[in-house]
């Protein structure tokens, strides 16, 4: 999807998610691109809320569940609720209760016009993460941030 793809999607969904999500934020390539780091496109717009919120949006969300469903957590992640979703404007996964090694994710210090980490915050979990793809990115949005 490409910035206006995942602007449409956003706007779409965010009725529903500030209604029903409980604490919400975007997460992955789609809010690496909604902060402006020029990565092209993302397969989909990652969300991360808690377990409760998940449940919430599975419910609301019912007729968009992928066929997938639930996946096989992977390496080093876990949620508590996870779903897929193929919405009419695109693709979505939701994940509640996020843990990364055992530990729930925090999302510290937030964009102030968009549901996405600051890019200093962006750039900690990516690294947290620590997949090879995921430090790639962080490779990428450090060289992209200004100095200091």
């Known amino acids: 999807m490409s910035p206006d793809d995942l602007l449409v999607l956003l706007d779409r969904l965010k009725p529903d998610l500030d209604a029903v999500a409980m604490p919400w934020a975007l997460i992955g390539s789609g809010a690496l691109i909604l902060l402006g780091l020029p990565l092209g496109a993302a397969n989909d717009l990652d969300i991360v809320t808690s377990a409760e919120g998940a449940g919430r949006l599975r419910t609301l969300w019912s007729d968009w569940l992928g066929s997938k469903g639930d996946r096989v957590p992977d390496g080093p992640f876990r949620s508590d609720d996870f779903a897929r979703y193929e919405t009419p404007w695109g693709s979505v ?11 729930p994710l925090v999302i ?11 890019a200093a915050e962006q750039l900690r979990i990516l690294r947290l993460f620590g997949r090879p793809k995921d430090l790639a990115k962080a490779a990428q949005l450090e060289a992209w941030l200004p100095p200091g």
């Open 93 to 103: 996964e939701v994940m509640g209760g996020l843990k990364v090694r055992d530990a």
């Open 108 to 118: 510290g210090a937030r964009h102030a016009a968009l549901p996405i980490p600051t």
